[in-house]
């Protein structure tokens, strides 16, 4: 008599774990992403620092008029208010175009930069406009724009030598915030052709970006596979 054979029980089947090529197009879309909120969410203390400026702009107007009224000269530092203004229009192209930069390191040259290191670099650029219009109070609106770009990009610098692993690297931020300052100045000093002075820095950048990425296959970066220089 044949003895009955117990039934077969299967191992339970965990679920597959996501590949390396899922989990680096999930990284890569996961910081553009990350980067645009970041963007985003900067705007608030912009927000704030533009509502200290209106604020400091009406109680200096108020102390104007009441020493004109008393016969007394008073300085106006309206201008260095009317810059800290007109730049902060131009902030989100700013943080853009710094954040791209450190995105196209992480990506090119396979590095690896944590969500605090974007952050504490957006606070750094944060810094220019509330620097700008402390110093736009004390120091003619020239003065205190260089001292105050001079300030941010000096922290920013300095931190891009750490976190980028080179002084090369640390180089070219140091060229990039120097031109992106130079033009916005000359951009907010050319008020009859801010648009057009806007607008061709745009498509620059854009341009800069292309070329730095002319030769990325995205594809072959999404699926793990090493990208030739």
């Given at each position: 008599?044949?003895?009955?054979?117990?039934?077969?029980?299967?191992?339970?089947?965990?679920?597959?774990?996501?590949?390396?090529?899922?989990?680096?197009?999930?990284?890569?879309?996961?910081?553009?992403?990350?980067?645009?909120?970041?963007?985003l969410l900067l705007q608030l203390p912009l927000g704030l620092i533009n509502s200290l400026r209106q604020e400091r702009s009406?109680?200096?107007?108020?102390?104007?008029?009441?020493?004109?009224?008393?016969?007394?000269?008073?300085?106006?530092?309206?201008?260095?208010?009317?810059?800290?203004?007109?730049?902060?229009?131009?902030?989100?192209?700013?943080?853009?175009?710094?954040?791209?930069?450190?995105?196209?390191?992480?990506?090119?040259?396979?590095?690896?930069?944590?969500?605090?290191?974007?952050?504490?670099?957006?606070?750094?650029?944060?810094?220019?406009y509330l620097a700008l219009l402390a110093l736009g109070e004390v120091l003619p609106p020239g003065a205190a724009y260089?001292?105050?770009?001079?300030?941010?990009?000096?922290?920013?610098?300095?931190?891009?030598?750490?976190?980028?692993?080179?002084?090369?690297?640390?180089?070219?931020?140091?060229?990039?915030?120097?031109?992106?300052?130079?033009?916005?100045?000359?951009?907010?000093?050319?008020?009859?052709?801010?648009?057009?002075?806007?607008?061709?820095?745009?498509?620059?950048?854009?341009?800069?970006?292309?070329?730095?990425?002319?030769?990325?296959?995205?594809?072959?970066?999404?699926?793990?596979?090493?990208?030739?220089?």
């Amino acid at each position: 008599m044949e003895t009955a054979q117990p039934p077969f029980l299967s191992a339970p089947v965990s679920p597959a774990a996501p590949s390396p090529a899922a989990r680096r197009r999930n990284t890569v879309t996961i910081k553009l992403i990350l980067i645009a909120a970041f963007i985003l969410l900067l705007q608030l203390p912009l927000g704030l620092i533009n509502s200290l400026r209106q604020e400091r702009s009406h109680t200096n107007e108020a102390a104007v008029l009441a020493r004109s009224a008393a016969g007394e000269y008073a300085p106006t530092p309206f201008e260095g208010y009317r810059m800290v203004e007109r730049s902060l229009k131009y902030s989100v192209l700013v943080l853009t175009l710094v954040f791209t930069a450190f995105f196209l390191f992480e990506t090119l040259a396979g590095l690896r930069l944590h969500a605090v290191h974007y952050g504490l670099v957006g606070g750094a650029m944060c810094l220019f406009y509330l620097a700008l219009l402390a110093l736009g109070e004390v120091l003619p609106p020239g003065a205190a724009y260089v001292g105050a770009a001079g300030a941010s990009s000096l922290l920013i610098i300095l931190y891009s030598v750490s976190i980028l692993h080179s002084y090369a690297r640390a180089g070219t931020i140091a060229a990039l915030l120097a031109v992106e300052h130079g033009v916005l100045y000359v951009v907010l000093r050319m008020e009859s052709y801010a648009l057009l002075a806007g607008t061709a820095t745009l498509f620059a950048s854009l341009a800069v970006v292309m070329f730095c990425t002319r030769n990325v296959d995205w594809f072959a970066r999404e699926s793990g596979k090493e990208i030739p220089a």
